[in-house]
């Protein structure tokens, strides 16, 4: 995998990372819950769903690069349109965010990982994510495998530590987590950002092919 290539996928995992969704706000409300110590479950949990959920895309990704190089093509172009989509709506979508806490509780690693593992996994949109963000940074000439590797192993490092500094100054951004405006305006900024990575990542295209 080309490092200009690869520095493009972190960046657009970087900008994907710092906006505020489901993970991001259950580290954060647990973290003041529970202390950020036992929030580590919470992201484990997160993170194991997400492996989980990027082997299933990536299995179906091969089989068809083996099977259909034309097809594979497609699919990178519906991975351009899918960011841009994303970019669209966290625009237009006004955020409803609420972080109810009540002082700091006693609760199992287990249980906290469950949780993180369970709300990550129940999002079936997590694996057409995967399938369409990947492919864009995909050279289908090269071996496949270990490029996807390089792919998980770096979505996973960045969103774990966007988590983890989440949950480490939680209790500074709470009150930023529950200013809508803040927040929308965040999402707005991300937003447009998504938007023009799509773009260039279409025109890198346009100029390969």
Avoid at 63 to 78: A, D, M, N, Y
Wanted: include cysteine; charged fraction near 15%; aromatic fraction near 10%.
């Amino acid at each position: 995998m080309e490092i200009t290539v690869w520095l493009s996928f972190v960046g657009t995992v970087i900008i994907l990372a710092i906006t505020p969704g489901p993970s991001v706000l259950l580290a954060t409300a647990n973290s003041m819950k529970y202390g950020k110590g036992k929030t580590a479950g919470t992201i484990a949990g997160d993170l194991t769903a997400n492996l989980f959920q990027i082997i299933l895309a990536s299995a179906g990704l091969a089989t068809i690069v083996v099977s259909s190089g034309e097809l594979f093509q497609i699919i990178k172009w519906c991975g351009v349109a899918y960011l841009v989509y994303i970019g669209i709506k966290k625009i237009i979508t006004k955020p409803k965010i609420t972080l109810a806490t009540n002082g700091k509780e006693d609760i199992s690693f287990s249980k906290l990982f469950a949780e993180g593992f369970l709300m990550s996994a129940a999002n079936p949109k997590a694996i057409v994510f995967f399938a369409a963000l990947f492919p864009l940074f995909l050279n289908e000439s090269d071996p496949i495998i270990p490029q996807i590797v390089i792919l998980a192993i770096t979505f996973l490092i960045i969103d774990g530590l966007s988590l983890f500094i989440y949950a480490l100054f939680a209790e500074k951004l709470k009150s930023y987590l529950e200013d809508q405006q803040k927040v929308h305006m965040q999402n707005r900024i991300v937003g447009g950002l998504l938007i023009l990575s799509g773009i260039m990542l279409s025109m890198v295209q346009r100029t390969n092919n």
